[in-house]
């Protein structure tokens, strides 16, 4: 099924925002950087800097806080601070499992990256099996001009010994897609910066994050690891008391969520692309529950601030707030998605409830009602 472009033979990914987390650490080390000068580093910038050449970027920074000294000069200050946080930077989801299924079916990957060799080499260390997974590693300091020149992934694909045509590319950055669009390559968005995705009209398709991804489209060997509409994720868990929920989601939807503040679960919520999860629920004087949650803006609604939205698949009679609720989150269903009419979305919730509720049935899933965080939890309470 290549519903998309043109069949293509290999893959060129990018790295930062792409397969790993960036952006976090690098507003924590301006953050630290600026206050030195009595500058308070705006979230906001980061959209100024993502996916251009370090010198593009400290040129960007020097800028907009009126830094006094030149851009090598503020580069040779904060790459040591960089450096010595590569170490904390996460794959993003779905990256491992791109990178082994690409490999272990023999499709050849290379990585482009802006950012200078001796910061890649240091940022993948630290990913076991990524550096032997790609056939060639070209960087922004092995090239004349960065993205958005196609210069990085003409060369690229020289190395690789296929056509330009014949390559994929995978991007999160504006620069990046233009400069694989300039070297006549097919290219995947998946942007790194939310509600943003509008702007990327030039990529190919644009997908919300990697676990979106579907080779197939491109004529490359699928995932085979969707079972029944899910797909299986490294358990991961969230926890607090229930704050809100039956306001919005009982009255508009019809649909009871039991929603937890965001407050502490920043990092949590920026690791997680927006999308629909299920896994286990458990009230802590009620048992165990089914539940299928969403994570994000609700484009429906148009949220500000990302929430985490768990609706637990039973009917009660009251509710429960402030109840401490315990999420073990399992699998993943689909993407964050507006909808035309409030009905569609009702009847998209409840579709992604009914996955939910017989995908919890197949003991792939069923075991995590015993997952070793519940029992932790009880302990806690005695």
């Not at 499992?97 to 060799?117: D, T, Y």
């Not at 991804?213 to 607090?240: A, M, S, V």
């Not at 920026?270 to 999308?275: D, I, L, N, V, W």
Request: hydrophobic share 40%.
């Amino acid at each position: 099924m290549n519903s998309l472009g043109k069949l293509v033979s290999c893959v060129i990914v990018d790295l930062d925002g792409t397969l790993v987390n960036t952006d976090g650490v690098v507003s924590e080390v301006l953050k630290v950087y600026l206050v030195k000068y009595k500058k308070k580093w705006d979230g906001r910038e980061a959209q100024k800097i993502i996916g251009k050449t370090p010198i593009e970027a400290a040129a960007a920074i020097i800028e907009d806080y009126g830094l006094p000294f030149s851009k090598e000069d503020l580069l040779s200050e904060i790459q040591p601070m960089f450096s010595d946080q590569w170490c904390k930077l996460k794959a993003l989801p779905g990256a491992y499992r791109l990178i082994q299924h690409l490999s272990g079916h023999g499709v050849q990957m290379a990585l482009a990256s802006n950012s200078p060799r001796a910061s890649i080499e240091k940022k993948i260390s630290y990913h076991p099996t990524w550096k032997e997974s790609f056939t060639t590693i070209i960087a922004g300091d092995e090239v004349k001009a960065g993205k958005p020149s196609p210069e990085i992934f003409l060369e690229a694909a020289k190395r690789l010994s296929v056509e330009p045509s014949k390559c994929l590319v995978i991007e999160d950055s504006l620069p990046g897609i233009t400069a694989a669009k300039a070297a006549n390559m097919e290219v995947v968005a998946v942007p790194s910066l939310p509600k943003q995705s509008h702007l990327y009209t030039a990529a190919d398709e644009v997908i919300n994050s990697l676990l979106d991804l579907r080779p197939e489209k491109w004529g490359l060997p699928p995932f085979e690891d969707w079972i029944d509409g899910t797909l299986p994720l490294q358990p991961w868990h969230i926890g607090g008391p229930v704050i809100k929920g039956y306001g919005r989601g009982s009255k508009v939807l019809g649909i009871p969520t039991a929603n937890l503040s965001v407050e502490g679960y920043a990092t949590i919520l920026s690791e997680h692309p927006a999308g629909v999860y299920f896994g286990w629920a458990k009230l802590s004087t009620r048992g165990f529950y089914k539940m299928v949650m969403s994570i994000g803006w609700n484009p429906y609604f148009n949220n500000t601030e990302k929430t985490i939205e768990p609706w637990l698949l039973h009917k009660f009679d009251d509710d429960f707030y402030g109840e401490e609720l315990h999420l073990v989150i399992v699998g993943y269903i689909r993407p964050e998605a507006n909808f035309p009419s409030l009905e569609s979305l009702i009847a998209k919730i409840h579709e992604d409830g009914k996955i939910a509720e017989n995908a919890l049935e197949l003991p792939l899933y069923a075991k995590y009602k015993d997952d070793i965080y519940f029992k932790s939890v009880d302990d806690s309470h005695l």
